[in-house]
DNA sequence: AGAATAAGGTAACACACTGTAACAATAAGC
DNA sequence: GCTTATTGTTACAGTGTGTTACCTTATTCT
Protein backbone atom coordinates (compact mmCIF):
# COMPACT_ATOMS: atom_id res chain seq x y z
CA UNK A 1 0.00 0.00 0.00
CA UNK A 2 0.98 3.54 -0.89
CA UNK A 3 0.78 6.29 1.50
CA UNK A 4 -2.77 4.97 3.87
CA UNK A 5 -5.46 7.73 3.32
CA UNK A 6 -7.56 8.76 6.28
CA UNK A 7 -10.82 10.19 6.28
CA UNK A 8 -11.16 12.66 9.13
CA UNK A 9 -15.00 13.09 10.08
CA UNK A 10 -15.89 15.92 12.53
CA UNK A 11 -18.34 18.49 12.27
CA UNK A 12 -16.72 20.43 14.73
CA UNK A 13 -13.90 22.56 12.30
CA UNK A 14 -11.45 23.27 15.19
CA UNK A 15 -11.48 19.06 16.44
CA UNK A 16 -11.11 18.29 12.64
CA UNK A 17 -8.19 20.55 11.80
CA UNK A 18 -6.29 19.66 15.09
CA UNK A 19 -6.69 15.69 13.60
CA UNK A 20 -5.87 16.08 10.15
CA UNK A 21 -2.86 17.94 11.05
CA UNK A 22 -1.65 15.51 13.86
CA UNK A 23 -2.42 12.73 11.43
CA UNK A 24 -0.32 14.74 8.56
CA UNK A 25 2.47 14.92 11.52
CA UNK A 26 2.72 11.21 11.31
CA UNK A 27 3.33 10.49 7.74
CA UNK A 28 -0.37 9.94 6.85
CA UNK A 29 -2.88 10.98 4.20
CA UNK A 30 -5.22 13.30 5.83
CA UNK A 31 -8.86 14.31 4.29
CA UNK A 32 -11.09 16.30 6.11
CA UNK A 33 -15.35 15.39 6.48
CA UNK A 34 -17.91 16.69 8.08
CA UNK A 35 -20.88 15.23 6.81
CA UNK A 36 -21.82 11.88 5.65
CA UNK A 37 -22.53 13.34 1.65
CA UNK A 38 -18.85 14.78 2.21
CA UNK A 39 -17.22 11.37 3.41
CA UNK A 40 -19.53 9.04 0.01
CA UNK A 41 -17.63 12.12 -2.23
CA UNK A 42 -14.67 11.63 -0.67
CA UNK A 43 -14.55 7.72 -1.02
CA UNK A 44 -16.34 7.50 -4.23
CA UNK A 45 -13.36 9.75 -5.37
CA UNK A 46 -10.54 7.43 -3.99
CA UNK A 47 -9.48 4.92 -2.22
CA UNK A 48 -9.79 5.30 2.04
CA UNK A 49 -8.06 3.30 4.22
CA UNK A 50 -9.16 4.07 7.35
CA UNK A 51 -12.16 6.23 8.79
CA UNK A 52 -11.70 8.09 11.90
CA UNK A 53 -15.48 9.18 13.04
CA UNK A 54 -16.68 10.99 15.76
CA UNK A 55 -19.89 9.60 17.27
CA UNK A 56 -21.54 12.65 18.09
CA UNK A 57 -21.91 15.12 14.69
CA UNK A 58 -24.54 17.25 15.50
CA UNK A 59 -27.51 16.16 13.68
CA UNK A 60 -26.37 13.23 11.90
CA UNK A 61 -25.34 10.24 13.77
CA UNK A 62 -22.19 8.78 13.43
CA UNK A 63 -23.21 5.27 14.80
CA UNK A 64 -25.73 5.24 11.91
CA UNK A 65 -23.68 6.52 9.44
CA UNK A 66 -21.10 3.77 9.60
CA UNK A 67 -23.54 1.19 9.29
CA UNK A 68 -24.53 2.20 6.17
CA UNK A 69 -21.11 2.57 5.09
CA UNK A 70 -20.59 -1.12 6.45
CA UNK A 71 -23.66 -2.03 4.19
CA UNK A 72 -21.89 -1.31 1.32
CA UNK A 73 -17.93 -0.71 1.90
CA UNK A 74 -15.33 -2.66 3.94
CA UNK A 75 -13.61 0.34 5.17
CA UNK A 76 -12.11 0.17 8.91
CA UNK A 77 -13.70 2.58 11.22
CA UNK A 78 -12.63 3.97 14.62
CA UNK A 79 -14.67 5.66 16.81
CA UNK A 80 -14.22 8.70 18.39
CA UNK A 81 -16.29 10.01 21.47
CA UNK A 82 -16.34 12.38 24.45
CA UNK A 83 -18.91 10.43 25.83
CA UNK A 84 -17.00 7.35 28.04
CA UNK A 85 -20.48 6.07 28.95
CA UNK A 86 -20.78 4.77 25.00
CA UNK A 87 -17.75 3.04 25.45
CA UNK A 88 -19.33 -0.29 25.81
CA UNK A 89 -22.26 0.05 23.02
CA UNK A 90 -19.32 -0.38 21.04
CA UNK A 91 -19.04 -3.50 22.15
CA UNK A 92 -21.58 -4.46 20.44
CA UNK A 93 -21.37 -6.15 17.31
CA UNK A 94 -24.30 -3.66 15.58
CA UNK A 95 -22.19 -0.89 15.50
CA UNK A 96 -19.48 -2.29 13.51
CA UNK A 97 -16.25 -0.60 14.86
CA UNK A 98 -12.70 -1.49 14.57
CA UNK A 99 -11.73 0.25 17.36
CA UNK A 100 -12.92 3.29 19.68
CA UNK A 101 -11.27 5.79 21.12
CA UNK A 102 -12.40 8.57 24.20
CA UNK A 103 -11.90 12.26 23.86
CA UNK A 104 -9.99 13.84 25.44
CA UNK A 105 -7.84 11.61 23.70
CA UNK A 106 -3.81 10.70 24.13
CA UNK A 107 -2.64 10.92 20.66
CA UNK A 108 -0.05 8.32 20.74
CA UNK A 109 -2.83 6.21 22.11
CA UNK A 110 -4.42 7.31 18.66
CA UNK A 111 -1.57 6.52 16.54
CA UNK A 112 -1.46 2.91 18.11
CA UNK A 113 -4.84 2.39 17.31
CA UNK A 114 -4.49 3.48 13.94
CA UNK A 115 -1.26 2.07 13.13
CA UNK A 116 -3.11 -1.63 14.51
CA UNK A 117 -5.90 -1.13 12.31
CA UNK A 118 -3.86 -0.46 9.27
CA UNK A 119 -1.83 -3.57 9.57
CA UNK A 120 -4.02 -5.94 10.31
CA UNK A 121 -6.44 -4.40 7.38
CA UNK A 122 -4.09 -5.37 4.71
CA UNK A 123 -4.11 -9.15 5.56
CA UNK A 124 -7.42 -9.29 6.56
CA UNK A 125 -10.63 -8.18 5.99
CA UNK A 126 -11.97 -5.15 8.32
CA UNK A 127 -12.28 -7.80 11.47
CA UNK A 128 -15.43 -6.00 13.34
CA UNK A 129 -17.25 -8.87 11.64
CA UNK A 130 -19.47 -6.86 8.56
CA UNK A 131 -21.76 -5.22 9.67
CA UNK A 132 -25.87 -5.91 9.61
CA UNK A 133 -26.96 -8.85 11.57
CA UNK A 134 -26.05 -11.63 8.63
CA UNK A 135 -26.79 -15.24 8.38
CA UNK A 136 -23.91 -17.33 7.62
CA UNK A 137 -23.66 -21.34 6.19
CA UNK A 138 -21.18 -23.26 7.02
CA UNK A 139 -20.67 -27.04 6.55
CA UNK A 140 -24.01 -27.76 7.04
CA UNK A 141 -23.91 -25.47 10.36
CA UNK A 142 -25.55 -21.90 10.72
CA UNK A 143 -25.50 -19.31 12.61
CA UNK A 144 -28.54 -17.29 12.64
CA UNK A 145 -27.34 -12.89 13.36
CA UNK A 146 -30.40 -11.76 13.70
CA UNK A 147 -31.04 -14.45 17.25
CA UNK A 148 -27.37 -14.66 17.49
CA UNK A 149 -28.19 -18.36 17.28
CA UNK A 150 -26.28 -21.35 16.19
CA UNK A 151 -27.60 -24.17 14.86
CA UNK A 152 -26.27 -27.69 14.05
CA UNK A 153 -26.38 -29.66 11.04
CA UNK A 154 -29.01 -31.41 12.20
CA UNK A 155 -31.04 -28.14 12.98
CA UNK A 156 -30.53 -28.47 16.58
CA UNK A 157 -29.39 -25.47 18.83
CA UNK A 158 -26.28 -25.50 19.93
CA UNK A 159 -25.51 -23.26 23.31
CA UNK A 160 -22.13 -21.47 22.49
CA UNK A 161 -21.18 -18.91 25.33
CA UNK A 162 -21.27 -14.74 24.02
CA UNK A 163 -17.01 -14.79 24.03
CA UNK A 164 -17.20 -18.47 21.90
CA UNK A 165 -20.04 -16.80 19.37
CA UNK A 166 -18.02 -13.50 19.00
CA UNK A 167 -15.22 -15.89 18.16
CA UNK A 168 -17.22 -18.00 15.25
CA UNK A 169 -18.22 -14.68 13.80
CA UNK A 170 -14.81 -13.07 13.69
CA UNK A 171 -13.67 -16.57 12.21
CA UNK A 172 -16.96 -16.72 9.82
CA UNK A 173 -16.25 -12.70 8.53
CA UNK A 174 -12.51 -14.05 8.08
CA UNK A 175 -12.80 -17.26 6.52
CA UNK A 176 -9.77 -18.65 4.81
CA UNK A 177 -7.78 -16.05 6.01
CA UNK A 178 -5.00 -17.12 9.20
CA UNK A 179 -5.42 -14.64 11.74
CA UNK A 180 -3.10 -14.09 14.42
CA UNK A 181 -4.22 -14.06 18.46
CA UNK A 182 -3.61 -10.71 18.66
CA UNK A 183 -5.70 -9.97 16.07
CA UNK A 184 -8.77 -12.48 17.58
CA UNK A 185 -7.97 -10.42 20.59
CA UNK A 186 -8.46 -7.32 19.19
CA UNK A 187 -11.56 -8.25 17.32
CA UNK A 188 -13.13 -9.98 20.11
CA UNK A 189 -13.00 -6.69 22.97
CA UNK A 190 -12.30 -3.67 21.29
CA UNK A 191 -10.47 -2.20 23.64
CA UNK A 192 -10.88 0.96 24.37
CA UNK A 193 -9.23 2.58 27.35
CA UNK A 194 -6.56 0.44 27.75
CA UNK A 195 -3.50 -0.28 26.30
CA UNK A 196 -3.23 -1.72 22.72
CA UNK A 197 -0.54 -4.34 23.69
CA UNK A 198 -1.66 -6.57 26.25
CA UNK A 199 -0.12 -9.94 26.04
CA UNK A 200 -3.37 -11.75 27.49
CA UNK A 201 -0.97 -15.21 27.25
CA UNK A 202 -2.85 -18.40 26.38
CA UNK A 203 -6.59 -17.10 26.55
CA UNK A 204 -7.40 -17.27 22.99
CA UNK A 205 -5.62 -20.89 22.70
CA UNK A 206 -8.29 -22.28 25.12
CA UNK A 207 -11.05 -19.79 23.66
CA UNK A 208 -10.38 -22.03 20.31
CA UNK A 209 -10.45 -25.52 22.12
CA UNK A 210 -13.90 -24.27 23.53
CA UNK A 211 -15.12 -23.49 20.19
CA UNK A 212 -13.70 -26.62 18.67
CA UNK A 213 -15.59 -28.76 21.42
CA UNK A 214 -18.70 -27.44 20.46
CA UNK A 215 -18.79 -27.02 16.53
CA UNK A 216 -16.28 -29.80 15.58
CA UNK A 217 -17.20 -32.91 15.02
CA UNK A 218 -14.08 -34.12 16.41
CA UNK A 219 -11.78 -31.76 18.26
CA UNK A 220 -9.01 -34.01 17.77
CA UNK A 221 -8.39 -33.43 14.10
CA UNK A 222 -10.29 -30.00 13.27
CA UNK A 223 -11.86 -29.21 9.92
CA UNK A 224 -13.27 -25.97 10.47
CA UNK A 225 -10.81 -24.14 12.88
CA UNK A 226 -7.42 -24.88 11.66
CA UNK A 227 -4.10 -24.35 13.10
CA UNK A 228 -1.56 -22.37 11.55
CA UNK A 229 1.10 -23.13 13.36
CA UNK A 230 3.68 -20.30 14.48
CA UNK A 231 0.90 -17.74 12.88
CA UNK A 232 -2.36 -18.74 14.63
CA UNK A 233 -5.73 -20.04 13.23
CA UNK A 234 -7.69 -20.05 9.91
CA UNK A 235 -10.95 -20.94 9.44
CA UNK A 236 -11.07 -23.46 6.47
CA UNK A 237 -14.33 -23.84 5.44
CA UNK A 238 -16.52 -22.28 2.54
CA UNK A 239 -18.50 -19.89 4.51
CA UNK A 240 -22.58 -19.04 2.64
CA UNK A 241 -23.51 -15.68 2.99
CA UNK A 242 -27.69 -15.46 2.98
CA UNK A 243 -28.97 -11.58 3.52
CA UNK A 244 -31.83 -11.69 6.08
CA UNK B 1 -19.73 17.20 17.74
CA UNK B 2 -16.64 18.53 19.73
CA UNK B 3 -17.33 18.28 23.67
CA UNK B 4 -20.98 18.76 23.99
CA UNK B 5 -22.22 22.27 25.58
CA UNK B 6 -24.73 22.15 28.57
CA UNK B 7 -26.94 25.63 29.44
CA UNK B 8 -27.06 25.75 33.07
CA UNK B 9 -30.14 27.83 33.95
CA UNK B 10 -30.49 28.86 37.40
CA UNK B 11 -31.67 31.86 38.76
CA UNK B 12 -30.19 31.30 42.30
CA UNK B 13 -26.43 32.00 41.49
CA UNK B 14 -24.71 29.79 44.21
CA UNK B 15 -26.59 26.67 42.71
CA UNK B 16 -25.78 28.01 39.05
CA UNK B 17 -21.81 28.17 39.85
CA UNK B 18 -22.43 24.87 41.78
CA UNK B 19 -23.73 23.25 38.80
CA UNK B 20 -21.59 24.75 36.17
CA UNK B 21 -18.87 23.86 38.01
CA UNK B 22 -19.67 19.97 38.49
CA UNK B 23 -20.51 20.09 34.94
CA UNK B 24 -17.25 21.07 34.28
CA UNK B 25 -15.51 18.98 36.21
CA UNK B 26 -16.88 15.93 34.68
CA UNK B 27 -15.28 16.93 30.65
CA UNK B 28 -18.65 19.08 29.47
CA UNK B 29 -18.60 22.68 28.29
CA UNK B 30 -21.10 24.55 31.07
CA UNK B 31 -22.61 27.99 30.03
CA UNK B 32 -24.68 29.75 33.16
CA UNK B 33 -27.51 31.51 32.28
CA UNK B 34 -30.10 32.80 34.83
CA UNK B 35 -32.93 34.29 32.04
CA UNK B 36 -34.73 33.61 29.26
CA UNK B 37 -33.31 36.23 27.71
CA UNK B 38 -29.44 35.27 28.62
CA UNK B 39 -30.75 31.25 27.59
CA UNK B 40 -31.40 33.47 23.81
CA UNK B 41 -28.52 35.05 23.98
CA UNK B 42 -26.42 32.07 24.40
CA UNK B 43 -28.46 29.70 22.16
CA UNK B 44 -28.13 32.14 19.32
CA UNK B 45 -24.03 32.62 19.95
CA UNK B 46 -23.56 29.36 19.75
CA UNK B 47 -24.30 25.55 19.60
CA UNK B 48 -26.21 24.25 22.62
CA UNK B 49 -26.39 20.11 22.86
CA UNK B 50 -28.55 20.45 26.36
CA UNK B 51 -30.51 22.64 28.74
CA UNK B 52 -30.24 22.05 32.42
CA UNK B 53 -33.27 24.11 33.28
CA UNK B 54 -34.64 25.12 36.79
CA UNK B 55 -38.85 25.28 36.82
CA UNK B 56 -38.66 27.94 39.23
CA UNK B 57 -36.90 30.63 37.89
CA UNK B 58 -38.24 33.28 40.29
CA UNK B 59 -40.48 35.38 38.19
CA UNK B 60 -40.04 33.61 34.89
CA UNK B 61 -41.07 29.73 34.54
CA UNK B 62 -39.41 27.35 33.19
CA UNK B 63 -42.28 25.82 31.57
CA UNK B 64 -43.07 28.59 29.62
CA UNK B 65 -39.57 28.86 28.37
CA UNK B 66 -39.13 25.64 28.14
CA UNK B 67 -42.25 25.70 25.65
CA UNK B 68 -41.48 28.99 23.29
CA UNK B 69 -38.24 27.09 22.94
CA UNK B 70 -39.51 24.42 22.05
CA UNK B 71 -41.57 26.55 19.06
CA UNK B 72 -38.51 27.56 17.42
CA UNK B 73 -35.49 24.85 18.44
CA UNK B 74 -35.10 21.16 19.11
CA UNK B 75 -32.40 21.44 21.80
CA UNK B 76 -33.08 18.86 24.45
CA UNK B 77 -33.75 20.07 27.87
CA UNK B 78 -33.72 18.15 31.55
CA UNK B 79 -35.33 19.97 34.13
CA UNK B 80 -34.53 20.72 37.64
CA UNK B 81 -37.05 21.09 40.23
CA UNK B 82 -37.07 21.64 44.28
CA UNK B 83 -40.66 20.30 44.17
CA UNK B 84 -40.82 16.63 43.83
CA UNK B 85 -43.88 16.17 43.92
CA UNK B 86 -44.91 17.50 40.85
CA UNK B 87 -42.61 14.94 39.03
CA UNK B 88 -45.09 12.60 37.34
CA UNK B 89 -46.58 16.13 35.42
CA UNK B 90 -42.83 16.68 34.31
CA UNK B 91 -42.37 13.14 32.72
CA UNK B 92 -46.01 14.09 31.16
CA UNK B 93 -44.86 15.22 27.76
CA UNK B 94 -46.92 18.27 27.55
CA UNK B 95 -44.26 19.78 29.03
CA UNK B 96 -41.46 18.60 26.58
CA UNK B 97 -39.01 18.04 29.24
CA UNK B 98 -36.31 14.88 27.89
CA UNK B 99 -35.74 14.13 31.59
CA UNK B 100 -36.40 15.50 35.22
CA UNK B 101 -34.41 15.37 38.08
CA UNK B 102 -35.51 16.37 41.62
CA UNK B 103 -33.29 18.46 43.98
CA UNK B 104 -31.58 17.92 45.88
CA UNK B 105 -30.26 15.54 43.20
CA UNK B 106 -27.59 13.27 43.09
CA UNK B 107 -24.51 13.71 41.39
CA UNK B 108 -23.73 10.78 39.82
CA UNK B 109 -27.74 10.74 38.76
CA UNK B 110 -27.63 14.07 37.24
CA UNK B 111 -24.83 13.01 34.97
CA UNK B 112 -26.35 9.57 34.03
CA UNK B 113 -29.42 11.27 32.87
CA UNK B 114 -27.02 13.78 31.06
CA UNK B 115 -25.14 11.45 29.41
CA UNK B 116 -28.28 9.41 28.88
CA UNK B 117 -30.12 12.36 27.27
CA UNK B 118 -27.10 13.25 25.13
CA UNK B 119 -26.26 9.71 23.81
CA UNK B 120 -29.44 9.36 22.86
CA UNK B 121 -30.07 12.70 20.77
CA UNK B 122 -27.07 11.21 18.68
CA UNK B 123 -29.87 8.72 17.27
CA UNK B 124 -33.13 9.94 18.05
CA UNK B 125 -34.35 13.44 17.81
CA UNK B 126 -35.08 14.62 20.72
CA UNK B 127 -38.50 15.91 19.25
CA UNK B 128 -38.98 12.11 17.82
CA UNK B 129 -38.49 10.91 21.62
CA UNK B 130 -41.15 13.48 23.26
CA UNK B 131 -43.50 12.19 20.79
CA UNK B 132 -46.10 10.32 22.48
CA UNK B 133 -45.17 6.95 20.72
CA UNK B 134 -47.18 4.68 23.06
CA UNK B 135 -47.85 1.63 21.21
CA UNK B 136 -44.86 -1.23 20.70
CA UNK B 137 -44.53 -4.27 19.24
CA UNK B 138 -42.04 -7.29 19.82
CA UNK B 139 -41.83 -10.56 19.13
CA UNK B 140 -45.65 -10.81 18.75
CA UNK B 141 -46.51 -8.85 22.50
CA UNK B 142 -47.87 -5.76 22.34
CA UNK B 143 -47.10 -3.18 25.06
CA UNK B 144 -50.02 -0.31 25.28
CA UNK B 145 -48.61 2.96 26.41
CA UNK B 146 -51.96 4.44 26.58
CA UNK B 147 -53.14 1.58 29.16
CA UNK B 148 -49.81 0.63 30.68
CA UNK B 149 -51.02 -3.00 29.64
CA UNK B 150 -48.95 -6.01 28.31
CA UNK B 151 -50.35 -8.64 26.22
CA UNK B 152 -48.84 -11.69 25.50
CA UNK B 153 -48.99 -13.09 21.40
CA UNK B 154 -51.77 -15.18 22.32
CA UNK B 155 -53.78 -11.71 23.46
CA UNK B 156 -53.66 -12.58 26.83
CA UNK B 157 -52.88 -9.56 29.59
CA UNK B 158 -49.86 -9.77 31.25
CA UNK B 159 -49.72 -8.49 34.96
CA UNK B 160 -46.48 -6.55 35.36
CA UNK B 161 -45.59 -4.30 38.63
CA UNK B 162 -44.97 -0.76 37.86
CA UNK B 163 -41.06 -1.62 38.14
CA UNK B 164 -41.50 -3.90 35.67
CA UNK B 165 -43.32 -2.09 32.98
CA UNK B 166 -40.95 0.45 33.69
CA UNK B 167 -37.97 -1.22 32.97
CA UNK B 168 -39.94 -3.06 29.85
CA UNK B 169 -40.53 0.93 28.61
CA UNK B 170 -36.60 1.38 29.00
CA UNK B 171 -35.92 -1.64 26.98
CA UNK B 172 -38.26 -1.04 24.43
CA UNK B 173 -36.86 2.72 23.99
CA UNK B 174 -33.17 1.32 23.35
CA UNK B 175 -33.85 -1.85 21.71
CA UNK B 176 -30.64 -3.70 20.47
CA UNK B 177 -28.78 -1.01 22.67
CA UNK B 178 -26.92 -2.46 24.98
CA UNK B 179 -27.41 -0.94 28.88
CA UNK B 180 -25.18 -0.68 31.76
CA UNK B 181 -27.29 -1.23 35.18
CA UNK B 182 -26.21 2.17 36.19
CA UNK B 183 -28.04 3.89 32.94
CA UNK B 184 -30.99 1.50 33.45
CA UNK B 185 -31.20 2.66 37.11
CA UNK B 186 -31.16 6.00 35.86
CA UNK B 187 -33.99 5.63 33.57
CA UNK B 188 -35.77 3.94 36.51
CA UNK B 189 -35.34 5.82 39.48
CA UNK B 190 -37.75 8.80 39.31
CA UNK B 191 -36.65 9.85 42.79
CA UNK B 192 -33.61 11.88 42.72
CA UNK B 193 -32.97 10.66 46.51
CA UNK B 194 -30.50 9.58 48.31
CA UNK B 195 -27.52 7.06 47.21
CA UNK B 196 -27.66 6.79 43.07
CA UNK B 197 -24.35 5.02 42.30
CA UNK B 198 -23.49 1.40 43.01
CA UNK B 199 -25.10 1.40 46.59
CA UNK B 200 -28.37 -0.33 44.56
CA UNK B 201 -26.58 -3.54 44.47
CA UNK B 202 -28.19 -6.54 42.60
CA UNK B 203 -31.33 -4.66 42.68
CA UNK B 204 -32.09 -4.70 38.52
CA UNK B 205 -30.42 -7.81 38.27
CA UNK B 206 -33.34 -9.08 40.08
CA UNK B 207 -36.22 -6.83 38.37
CA UNK B 208 -34.62 -8.44 35.28
CA UNK B 209 -35.27 -11.72 36.27
CA UNK B 210 -38.82 -10.83 37.47
CA UNK B 211 -39.67 -9.26 33.74
CA UNK B 212 -37.96 -12.44 32.08
CA UNK B 213 -40.23 -14.64 33.95
CA UNK B 214 -43.23 -13.10 33.07
CA UNK B 215 -42.17 -12.26 29.23
CA UNK B 216 -39.95 -15.29 28.57
CA UNK B 217 -41.32 -18.21 27.01
CA UNK B 218 -38.04 -19.70 28.75
CA UNK B 219 -36.33 -17.33 31.18
CA UNK B 220 -33.21 -19.95 31.43
CA UNK B 221 -32.37 -19.15 27.89
CA UNK B 222 -33.51 -15.50 27.43
CA UNK B 223 -34.38 -14.07 23.63
CA UNK B 224 -35.60 -10.81 24.31
CA UNK B 225 -33.85 -9.46 27.44
CA UNK B 226 -30.22 -11.00 26.62
CA UNK B 227 -27.43 -10.12 29.47
CA UNK B 228 -24.26 -8.49 28.09
CA UNK B 229 -22.14 -10.07 30.57
CA UNK B 230 -19.67 -7.30 31.86
CA UNK B 231 -21.63 -4.53 30.91
CA UNK B 232 -25.46 -4.69 31.59
CA UNK B 233 -28.20 -6.07 29.30
CA UNK B 234 -29.59 -5.90 25.96
CA UNK B 235 -33.20 -5.75 24.52
CA UNK B 236 -32.69 -8.18 21.57
CA UNK B 237 -35.79 -8.08 19.31
CA UNK B 238 -36.84 -5.89 16.60
CA UNK B 239 -39.29 -3.47 18.13
CA UNK B 240 -42.16 -1.93 15.76
CA UNK B 241 -43.21 1.20 16.81
CA UNK B 242 -46.78 2.73 16.40
CA UNK B 243 -48.47 6.09 17.01
CA UNK B 244 -51.33 5.90 18.83
C1' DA C 1 16.91 -41.31 13.01
C1' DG C 2 16.91 -39.61 17.58
C1' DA C 3 17.26 -35.75 20.67
C1' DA C 4 16.31 -31.20 21.65
C1' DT C 5 13.31 -27.47 21.25
C1' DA C 6 9.29 -24.86 20.26
C1' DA C 7 4.39 -24.48 19.86
C1' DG C 8 -0.28 -25.88 20.56
C1' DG C 9 -4.02 -28.72 23.33
C1' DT C 10 -6.35 -29.05 27.35
C1' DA C 11 -7.54 -30.19 32.24
C1' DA C 12 -7.84 -28.03 36.42
C1' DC C 13 -8.14 -24.20 39.02
C1' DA C 14 -9.37 -19.36 40.40
C1' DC C 15 -12.11 -15.64 40.19
C1' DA C 16 -15.59 -12.57 38.81
C1' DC C 17 -20.12 -12.08 37.14
C1' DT C 18 -24.92 -13.42 36.89
C1' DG C 19 -29.31 -15.98 38.35
C1' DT C 20 -32.37 -16.58 41.83
C1' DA C 21 -34.55 -18.16 46.16
C1' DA C 22 -35.53 -16.52 50.50
C1' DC C 23 -36.10 -12.90 53.52
C1' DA C 24 -37.17 -8.03 55.05
C1' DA C 25 -39.28 -3.72 54.54
C1' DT C 26 -42.80 -1.10 52.86
C1' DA C 27 -47.05 0.06 50.75
C1' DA C 28 -51.86 -1.08 49.49
C1' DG C 29 -56.19 -3.17 50.18
C1' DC C 30 -59.84 -5.05 52.76
C1' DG D 1 -56.01 -4.90 62.61
C1' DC D 2 -54.61 -8.71 58.93
C1' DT D 3 -53.41 -10.10 54.39
C1' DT D 4 -51.25 -9.40 50.01
C1' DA D 5 -48.29 -7.40 46.52
C1' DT D 6 -44.20 -4.95 45.41
C1' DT D 7 -39.45 -3.97 45.78
C1' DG D 8 -34.79 -4.18 47.47
C1' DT D 9 -31.13 -7.01 49.97
C1' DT D 10 -28.60 -10.95 51.05
C1' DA D 11 -26.67 -15.28 50.37
C1' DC D 12 -25.53 -18.91 47.76
C1' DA D 13 -25.26 -21.58 43.48
C1' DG D 14 -24.09 -21.73 38.64
C1' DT D 15 -21.61 -20.08 34.56
C1' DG D 16 -18.09 -17.92 31.80
C1' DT D 17 -13.45 -16.67 31.17
C1' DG D 18 -8.48 -16.30 31.87
C1' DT D 19 -4.23 -18.53 33.87
C1' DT D 20 -1.33 -22.13 34.97
C1' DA D 21 0.75 -26.41 34.43
C1' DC D 22 1.52 -30.34 32.23
C1' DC D 23 1.11 -33.20 28.12
C1' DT D 24 1.25 -33.95 23.15
C1' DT D 25 2.72 -32.81 18.60
C1' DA D 26 5.51 -30.65 15.22
C1' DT D 27 9.94 -28.81 13.80
C1' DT D 28 14.81 -28.35 13.86
C1' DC D 29 19.42 -29.78 14.81
C1' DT D 30 23.18 -32.91 15.03
Given at each position: ????????????????????????????????????????????????????????????????????????????????????ADHHRMKGYEVGADDYIAKPFNPNLLLARVKAV???????????????????????????????????????????????TALLKVFLANAHIPLTREEIAAALDVTGESDGT???????????????????????????????????????????????
Amino acid sequence: MAIPRLLVVDDDPEMRSMLTQFIRQNGFIALPAATESDIRKQISADRIDLILLDVMLGDESGIDICQSLRAEQDVPVIFISALSADHHRMKGYEVGADDYIAKPFNPNLLLARVKAVLSRAQRTSSLAYRRRIKTFGFDGWIYEGKRDEVRAPGGYQVALSQKETALLKVFLANAHIPLTREEIAAALDVTGESDGTEATGRAIDVLVGRLRTKIEKDPKTPKLVRTARGVGYVFSADVEVKED
